[in-house]
């Protein structure tokens, strides 16, 4: 018993040490995994920007057409209001959720433009796919896959997920994006 009034406070004290210290060195590899992330996110967010412009001008084209095409077309308007808000007032996780919607969302319409007799023969809507399809993140794509995948690390394993979630470093995910 005497042992254990002896070896209690020091395993607390150890335990508390171990914490602060803990947090000492998992925050700044934290934060600065997001800052890089966010960083790499810019150049990204604005060429998703051009590519959602001539995203947008293609739905147009097919906008009017009933069916699935039309609902199609409504919901790849949807996503792509929804890129709009969170760009202008949203995290980078929330701008790349919406980007992953939008992604999504282009890739049904495009597959549906594509089976439909009356829009796959119509030069002006395959032209304004293929610009669609032609723009993207490009060379600015590699290096913010890397930091996310960086910042997950930071932010996962048993010690720094307690740390990163006491702290608020919510999961960043990757960019849904096919070239």
Do not use: C, H
Not at 9 to 32: E, N
Not at 58 to 70: D, I, K, Q, S
Not at 74 to 82: I, K, N, P, R, V
Not at 116 to 128: E, K, Q
Request: proline share 6%.
């Amino acid at each position: 018993m005497r042992i254990l009034r002896r070896a209690l406070p020091i395993v607390l004290v150890a335990l508390v040490v171990g914490v602060i210290v803990l947090v000492l060195t998992s925050r700044p590899d934290l934060d600065d995994a997001e800052k890089d992330v966010e960083t790499r996110w810019t150049p990204v967010g604005e060429q998703l920007d051009a590519r959602y412009a001539l995203l947008a001008t293609a739905n147009e084209g097919v906008r009017a057409n009933p069916g699935p095409v039309g609902e199609l077309s409504t919901e790849a308007a949807t996503a792509l209001e929804d890129w709009r808000d969170d760009r202008d007032s949203g995290s980078v996780a929330a701008q790349i959720a919406a980007a992953n919607e939008v992604e999504a969302a282009a890739r049904r319409l495009r597959a549906a433009v594509n089976e439909s007799p009356r829009l796959a023969d119509n030069a002006d809507v395959a032209a304004a796919f293929d610009a669609f399809a032609a723009a993207g993140p490009g060379e600015s794509m590699a290096p913010f896959s890397t930091a996310v995948e960086d910042y997950e690390e930071a932010r996962n394993g048993l010690l720094r997920g307690l740390v990163a979630g006491v702290f608020g470093y919510d999961a960043i995910p990757g960019l849904d994006y096919e070239p």
